[in-house]
């Protein structure tokens, strides 16, 4: 054998040009996230903001900084206000789309499964449904006050409307052929219901419910605005009240955030509906 130590394999050499290219796909696939293309355009827009409020030296009552903005909205937070307020709108606006939930799926259900029921109910349909839910607020507060019932009634009117017209489409686009077949087994207009109608429209009752809990946000926040004490709603027309720009951003990015939350939770469990129903 020879003493001659063995070489070592060379490490291959990498082109200054394929460096770049290699450098390009991997910026190319970081802009290909939509994490970072969203995240990054929000971070975009407040660095922006804060520059342009920097240079032009607006007054802070009209267009305070990004940075003062979290200042108000830590000291809000520290106080406790701004926590009782959010937690005060969260249990209206989910109180209410639940009960839309369970009475709107029933109810479309109901009405896709018999003919006639489906021709009365599309009537009243077509006539509450344009129908602007905020003008009601009036009504609603002869009739209930301005509690607990007052507010559950303005969040599930705003839900209802939705739920129901999209769980009608979904049962109405159900295979005929499930709802025979489950007949010739024996299954009675219950379990038909249940077990067939039901399963078939659950993408279409997801979209339904997505659409109703944004709509309960904006009511339940506008009928806030007129009659709360407690709540975003409440806190945001008192701050504008006494001039405190700073506080109403505060609220108005709560909600914001509030709203991207809502919509990335709605989208993971649409996901999941989605690989459910595929498997």
């Known amino acids: 054998m020879s003493d001659q130590p063995i070489a070592e394999p060379l490490a291959p050499v990498t082109k200054p040009r394929d460096r770049i290219v290699a450098a390009r796909g991997a910026r190319r696939s970081m802009l290909d996230d939509p994490r970072i293309l969203g995240w990054g355009s929000v971070a975009l827009v407040l660095i922006a903001w804060e520059l342009i409020a920097i240079l032009t030296g607006v007054n802070e009552l009209y267009l305070p900084r990004p940075t003062q903005i979290v200042v108000a909205m830590f000291d809000m937070f520290a106080n406790g206000r701004l926590a009782v ?15 839309a939930l369970a009475v709107g799926v029933a109810l479309g259900i109901w009405i896709a499964a018999f003919d006639r029921v ?5 009537m009243f349909i077509a006539a509450l ?5 905020v003008t009601l607020i009036p009504l609603l507060i002869i009739w209930l006050g301005t509690g607990g019932p007052f507010m559950l009634t303005i ?3 705003g839900a209802i409307f939705p739920i129901v017209i999209n769980t009608v489409l979904g049962v109405r686009q159900c295979d005929p052929g499930l709802v025979l077949a489950a007949r010739d ?3 009675t207009q219950r379990q038909v219901m249940l077990l067939v109608l039901l399963p078939s429209a659950i993408p279409s009752i997801f979209a ?3 659409l109703g809990l944004g709509v309960s946000i904006i009511l339940v926040v506008a009928a806030e605005m007129v009659v709360g004490k407690v709540g975003l709603g409440s806190r945001l027309y008192l701050a504008g009240q ?3 720009t700073g506080q109403v951003f505060a609220v108005l990015i709560v909600l914001a955030t509030l709203g991207i939350i809502v919509t990335k939770i709605q989208d993971r469990i649409d996901n ?6 595929l498997a």
Not at 129 to 133: F, H
Not at 272 to 277: A, N, P, T
């Open 272 to 277: 999941r509906l989605s690989r459910w129903r």
């Open 85 to 99: 307020d959010l937690a005060a709108t969260l249990a209206r606006v989910f109180g209410g789309f639940f009960i």
């Open 155 to 157: 969040s599930a009117l």
């Open 118 to 122: 489906r021709a009365v109910a599309d």
């Open 208 to 210: 339904g419910a997505r």
């Open 185 to 187: 087994l024996g299954a």
């Open 242 to 244: 006494v001039l405190e």
């Open 129 to 133: 449904y344009p129908l602007p839910k």
